[in-house]
């Protein structure tokens, strides 16, 4: 998988994101390699959901689009 394939597919899962938690920005969901602690953090800092079911979202939202 290439970067530009690899961007393109975050950005199908930060909209799907989007989608479930209205309220996030582009900064709340900017993924950085090996910053994925972070995202976490700030994702549930703004929905105030557990860890786990941020994790399910992201997991749910790159099912099917070849993300995985």
Request: proline share 0%.
């Amino acid at each position: 998988m290439t970067t530009l394939e690899i961007k393109g597919d975050w950005n199908i899962t930060k909209g799907k994101l989007k989608q479930k938690w209205a309220h996030l920005t582009d900064d709340d969901l900017q993924y950085v390699e090996g910053k994925q602690e972070e995202l976490y953090g700030r994702v549930q800092k703004r929905t105030g959901e557990t860890r786990e079911a941020i994790a399910k979202a992201i997991k749910d939202s790159t099912d099917g689009c070849g993300c995985n």
